[in-house]
């Protein structure tokens, strides 16, 4: 196969040859099957051609044409691409031809279904350079159709504002329904479009699904975001530019570089260290794009991006290698490194050798940047000591010590405000980065925000105004405007700690790339950080979630953070957001004389009954400082009274009267108890549990004390989840143990399985159970990402759901499903 602009060969020596040339010089991928040639020749000339046409002008034309055999067939394109002159406009006629081959189905909408795979493949891509991406993406069905790849790289260009949201919704998890089937397709897009706030695309997307999201929250999607990388998490990160195209560079503790397309995610070579990569930056050295690569061992390597072979080894450094920076100095490649010897290094990247050794840091020394003072290069290293250093690189003296930090300091990022040269830190230990003025040493901001620990640091320049990213163990990356030293945007999504960073410039707009140890890298477009974002709620995962009736209407409340959040049931709007204090992990409700009652325990000890009504704590529920594992409300002698299992395996059981400071009942277990339930057993109330000894017991609870009626041995390792419902007149209870892919279905009375739901693909989280008349359903939530409905007692598989990443918790409410997924709330209906 030729390449190169010039063709060669025999060239047209006629306008109709011209003509039946002109669409392969628009073809995309491997060329066009002949059906789609002849009809995009007439589009773009207005002549009748017929297939025999075309057919014999092929074989006359033979040596200007490469075939490719495709299974759909053979394809066809140019040998030698050339000019295209008159592109948009001829692209727009090529995407309305190809439109035009779409089939209609019975009610005169495009059959995707149907569609040629050429244009399933590559539709996306003319349109794009026609301008008319928007149009396309209008159609709901195309959105499911499409090729992934190609739709994603397409994406890239900006569009209209409704553009702006669907490509967002596309994008929000196309690492994941990429490779999924059709209908998982329908589902995830369906669930991330209600996540935008688009309902009326979630029912277009849910077209013939047994379920569809009626509402959910949007904290977790972004539309500045371009695309998830999956696989691992990465350790280190920079970009660079190979063969024209943006790359990204990442180090993992796999000991595996990967070289990958920015655009779209595609990897291009993996280099392979000999421990795990922590730190690496990018260079050109000779004209070529290289990467200086950094191990846990002490390895320096150089490796050359275009071939992936070893340039060289730099030895030196002794014990861990925690940071990497390149620069150009005197007009060669040099790169700066340092670490667990507490020395920082200069290399000549040129031949290999050291040019400076600098000795002063006390401790580990974490993150080195380079910058310019005063017209010579400066790095500036940060460290375990506290200290921020600046190294004169042209005769390896120190020029300052920056003091201030009251913890290790692991990432440092340069950038220029108001002319004069700055250093932005993060630390370890801090909820916040300093800014530093670079002539004087004077600390000029604090940025604080985040709730958790800063690690990571990047800055970059958009309109002439420098920005800072930073972030850590809140999971978020913000975007800061160092000329205002404010917070712009909050960047979501991410399911782990964030302490990597880097920014890059694609086609005039800011990038970056986030991740971490166990978050797999995300890319994103800062033009766009301070787009709107979906409907907000909880700011960390939704751990529990239950249901309850207030002023007559259905609502939901959630448990998440520190905060527990009531909805309506019917709009997703968001009533009350109450404080708890501490992490919420346990939560259920009840109704006690017509007012809506609320029993929350979290980490530390913490337990509260919340009146949902009126907004207010009707009374807490002291105990030791041992997490709340699970709660319940539970009938004793007919008064409604709160049960709580404590971290120590302390059971307490509680009224409502809050001049009474001491449970009724305080019982330690042989086993924690992890979950926990009313049933009705024999018309008499009982309390259900399930415990790490993955036992279950049915307690019968009076103001005198608590006897255990029954117990099964599940034969699970230890009980994560239960729900209780009533099968054939008899109570039930499903259990799910630990890390397992099946739930048991239990008779209660007289303590027999009666079935098994087996063949999840991963863990189950959760089960509920739903009831619609004379049917039940059982309600399961794999750690995969998938929603399972059954028919509990012959254990058949009744329908699937898929969402776009793992869930929590779910109940059942009414017709409704309810999902604590991530940070959100997803809630679905069934399609009638």
Same mark, same amino acid.
């Given at each position: 196969?030729?390449?190169?602009?010039?063709?060669?060969?025999?060239?047209?020596?006629?306008?109709?040859?011209?003509?039946?040339?002109?669409?392969?010089?628009?073809?995309?991928?491997?060329?066009?099957?002949?059906?789609?040639?002849?009809?995009?020749?007439?589009?773009?000339?207005?002549?009748?051609?017929?297939?025999?046409?075309?057919?014999?002008?092929?074989?006359?034309?033979?040596?200007?044409?490469?075939?490719?055999?495709?299974?759909?067939?053979?394809?066809?394109?140019?040998?030698?691409?050339?000019?295209?002159?008159?592109?948009?406009?001829?692209?727009?006629? =090529?995407?309305?031809?190809?439109?035009?081959?779409?089939?209609?189905?019975?009610?005169?909408?495009?059959?995707?279904?149907?569609?040629?795979?050429?244009? =399933?493949?590559?539709?996306?891509?003319?349109?794009?350079?026609?301008?008319?991406?928007?149009?396309?993406?209008?159609?709901?069905?195309?959105?499911?159709?499409?090729?992934?790849?190609?739709?994603?790289?397409?994406?890239?260009?900006?569009?209209?504002?409704?553009?702006?949201?669907?490509?967002?919704?596309?994008?929000?998890?196309?690492?994941?329904?990429?490779?999924?089937?059709?209908?998982?397709?329908?589902?995830?897009?369906?669930?991330?479009?209600?996540?935008?706030?688009?309902?009326?695309?979630?029912?277009?997307?849910?077209?013939?699904?047994?379920?569809?999201?009626?509402?959910?929250?949007?904290?977790?999607?972004?539309?500045?975001?371009?695309?998830?990388?999956?696989?691992?998490?990465?350790?280190?990160?920079?970009?660079?530019?190979?063969?024209?195209?943006?790359?990204?560079?990442?180090?993992?503790?796999?000991?595996?570089?990967?070289?990958?397309?920015?655009?779209?995610?595609?990897?291009?070579?993996?280099?392979?260290?000999?421990?795990?990569?922590?730190?690496?930056?990018?260079?050109?050295?000779?004209?070529?794009?290289?990467?200086?690569?950094?191990?846990?061992?002490?390895?320096?390597?150089?490796?050359?991006?275009?071939?992936?072979?070893?340039?060289?080894?730099?030895?030196?450094?002794?014990?861990?290698?925690?940071?990497?920076?390149?620069?150009?100095?005197?007009?060669?490649?040099?790169?700066?490194?340092?670490?667990?010897?507490?020395?920082?290094?200069?290399?000549?990247?040129?031949?290999?050798?050291?040019?400076?050794?600098?000795?002063?840091?006390?401790?580990?020394?974490?993150?080195?940047?380079?910058?310019?003072?005063?017209?010579?290069?400066?790095?500036?290293?940060?460290?375990?000591?506290?200290?921020?250093?600046?190294?004169?690189?042209? +005769?390896?003296?120190?020029?300052?010590?920056?003091?201030?930090?009251?913890?290790?300091?692991?990432?440092?990022?340069?950038?220029?405000?108001?002319?004069?040269?700055?250093?932005?830190?993060?630390?370890?230990?801090?909820?916040?980065?300093?800014?530093?003025?670079?002539?004087?040493?004077?600390?000029?901001?604090?940025?604080?925000?985040?709730?958790?620990?800063?690690?990571?640091?990047?800055?970059?320049?958009?309109?002439?105004?420098?920005?800072?990213?930073?972030?850590?163990?809140?999971?978020?990356?913000?975007?800061?405007?160092?000329?205002?030293?404010?917070?712009?945007?909050?960047?979501?999504?991410?399911?782990?700690?964030?302490?990597?960073?880097?920014?890059?410039?694609?086609?005039?707009?800011?990038?970056?790339?986030?991740?971490?140890?166990?978050?797999?890298?995300?890319?994103? +477009?800062?033009?766009?950080?301070?787009?709107?974002?979906?409907?907000?709620?909880?700011?960390?995962?939704?751990?529990?979630?239950?249901?309850?009736?207030?002023?007559?209407?259905?609502? =939901?409340?959630?448990?998440?953070?520190?905060?527990?959040? =009531?909805?309506?049931?019917?709009?997703?709007?968001?009533?009350?957001?109450?404080?708890?204090?501490?992490?919420?992990?346990?939560?259920?409700?009840?109704?006690?004389?017509?007012?809506?009652?609320?029993?929350?325990?979290?980490?530390?000890?913490?337990?509260?009954?919340?009146?949902?009504?009126?907004?207010?704590?009707?009374?807490?529920?002291?105990?030791?400082?041992?997490?709340?594992?699970?709660?319940?409300?539970?009938?004793?002698?007919?008064?409604?009274?709160?049960?709580?299992?404590?971290?120590?395996?302390?059971?307490?059981?509680?009224?409502?009267?809050?001049?009474?400071?001491?449970?009724?009942?305080?019982?330690?277990?042989?086993?924690?108890?992890?979950?926990?339930?009313?049933?009705?057993?024999?018309?008499?109330?009982?309390?259900?549990?399930?415990?790490?000894?993955?036992?279950?017991?049915?307690?019968?609870?009076?103001?005198?004390?608590?006897?255990?009626?029954?117990?099964?041995?599940?034969?699970?390792?230890?009980?994560?989840?239960?729900?209780?419902?009533?099968?054939?007149?008899?109570?039930?209870?499903?259990?799910?143990?630990?890390?397992?892919?099946?739930?048991?279905?239990?008779?209660?009375?007289?303590?027999?399985?009666?079935?098994?739901?087996?063949?999840?693909?991963?863990?189950?989280?959760?089960?509920?159970?739903?009831?619609?008349?004379?049917?039940?359903?059982?309600?399961?939530?794999?750690?995969?990402?998938?929603?399972?409905?059954? +028919?509990?007692?012959?254990?058949?598989?009744?329908?699937?759901?898929?969402?776009?990443?793992?869930?929590?918790?779910?109940?059942?409410?009414?017709?409704?499903?309810?999902?604590?997924?991530?940070?959100?709330?997803?809630?679905?209906?069934?399609?009638?």
């Amino acid at each position: 196969m030729a390449n190169g602009d010039r063709a060669v060969g025999p060239t047209p020596d006629s306008d109709d040859e011209a003509a039946l040339l002109r669409p392969l010089a628009f073809a995309e991928g491997g060329g066009l099957p002949l059906a789609l040639w002849v009809a995009l020749a007439r589009a773009l000339s207005g002549h009748p051609w017929t297939a025999q046409d075309v057919s014999v002008f092929r074989d006359r034309a033979g040596e200007l044409l490469v075939e490719t055999r495709t299974p759909e067939g053979v394809a066809y394109r140019l040998r030698a691409r050339g000019a295209r002159s008159g592109e948009r406009q001829t692209q727009r006629a =090529v995407t309305n031809a190809l439109l035009a081959e779409v089939p209609l189905d019975e009610t005169g909408h495009r059959d995707w279904s149907a569609a040629a795979p050429y244009i =399933v493949d590559h539709l996306a891509a003319h349109a794009a350079a026609a301008g008319a991406l928007d149009e396309m993406l209008d159609d709901a069905e195309y959105l499911v159709h499409a090729d992934p790849r190609g739709l994603l790289r397409a994406l890239n260009i900006p569009g209209s504002s409704q553009g702006t949201v669907r490509r967002s919704v596309y994008r929000a998890s196309v690492h994941v329904h990429a490779t999924a089937t059709l209908p998982e397709r329908r589902d995830i897009l369906a669930v991330d479009a209600a996540r935008h706030g688009e309902t009326g695309l979630a029912r277009e997307l849910s077209r013939g699904r047994p379920w569809r999201p009626r509402w959910a929250t949007g904290t977790m999607v972004h539309p500045a975001l371009r695309f998830t990388r999956t696989g691992s998490g990465v350790d280190a990160a920079a970009c660079t530019v190979i063969d024209g195209h943006p790359h990204a560079v990442t180090g993992c503790y796999d000991a595996n570089v990967r070289v990958w397309d920015l655009v779209d995610g595609t990897e291009r070579l993996v280099i392979t260290e000999d421990d795990g990569v922590y730190a690496l930056d990018c260079v050109e050295i000779d004209g070529r794009p290289h990467v200086v690569t950094a191990t846990c061992s002490g390895s320096l390597r150089v490796w050359d991006l275009d071939t992936g072979a070893e340039r060289f080894a730099l030895g030196g450094h002794k014990g861990w290698i925690h940071a990497v920076c390149c620069t150009v100095i005197d007009g060669r490649p040099h790169a700066v490194t340092a670490g667990e010897d507490r020395l920082v290094r200069l290399w000549d990247l040129v031949d290999g050798s050291e040019r400076a050794r600098m000795p002063g840091h006390t401790e580990d020394v974490r993150a080195v940047a380079i910058t310019e003072i005063a017209g010579r290069p400066v790095a500036v290293t940060g460290g375990d000591d506290t200290t921020v250093r600046l190294w004169d690189l042209e +005769d390896g003296v120190e020029r300052t010590v920056l003091t201030g930090h009251t913890s290790a300091v692991h990432s440092v990022a340069c950038t220029v405000i108001d002319g004069i040269p700055h250093v932005v830190t993060g630390s370890g230990g801090e909820h916040a980065a300093r800014v530093w003025c670079l002539t004087d040493g004077a600390q000029r901001a604090v940025l604080g925000g985040p709730t958790s620990w800063t690690v990571a640091v990047s800055c970059y320049e958009r309109d002439g105004r420098p920005y800072v990213l930073t972030a850590g163990g809140d999971c978020t990356v913000r975007v800061w405007d160092l000329t205002e030293d404010t917070e712009r945007a909050v960047l979501t999504g991410h399911h782990g700690y964030v302490d990597t960073l880097a920014c890059t410039v694609i086609d005039g707009r800011p990038y970056a790339v986030s991740g971490g140890h166990s978050a797999p890298p995300r890319v994103w +477009d800062l033009s766009d950080a301070a787009l709107p974002a979906g409907h907000k709620g909880h700011t960390a995962t939704v751990q529990v979630v239950d249901a309850v009736e207030i002023d007559g209407r259905p609502h =939901v409340v959630t448990g998440g953070d520190t905060t527990i959040r =009531v909805w309506d049931l019917a709009d997703g709007t968001e009533r009350r957001t109450l404080p708890h204090g501490h992490r919420v992990e346990a939560l259920a409700c009840t109704t006690v004389h017509d007012r809506p009652y609320a029993a929350v325990g979290g980490c530390c000890g913490v337990a509260r009954v919340w009146d949902l009504a009126a907004g207010t704590g009707l009374r807490d529920l002291p105990g030791p400082d041992r997490r709340v594992e699970t709660l319940a409300w539970a009938d004793v002698n007919g008064r409604p009274y709160v049960v709580t299992s404590d971290q120590d395996r302390t059971v307490r059981v509680w009224g409502l009267d809050e001049e009474v400071k001491h449970p009724i009942h305080s019982d330690r277990t042989r086993s924690a108890v992890r979950a926990m339930e009313p049933v009705t057993v024999d018309g008499r109330p009982h309390l259900l549990t399930g415990s790490d000894d993955a036992v279950l017991r049915l307690w019968r609870l009076t103001e005198k004390g608590r006897r255990v009626t029954a117990t099964v041995h599940t034969g699970h390792h230890w009980v994560r989840a239960l729900a209780g419902t009533v099968l054939e007149g008899r109570p039930h209870a499903l259990t799910v143990g630990g890390n397992d892919t099946a739930v048991q279905v239990w008779d209660l009375t007289d303590g027999t399985l009666r079935s098994t739901l087996a063949g999840h693909p991963a863990g189950v989280l959760a089960v509920a159970c739903a009831t619609r008349g004379d049917r039940t359903d059982a309600v399961t939530v794999d750690a995969g990402g998938t929603v399972h409905v059954w +028919d509990p007692v012959p254990a058949r598989l009744r329908e699937k759901v898929a969402l776009p990443t793992r869930a929590q918790c779910v109940i059942a409410v009414g017709q409704d499903l309810v999902i604590g997924m991530g940070d959100d709330v997803v809630v679905l209906d069934r399609d009638h």
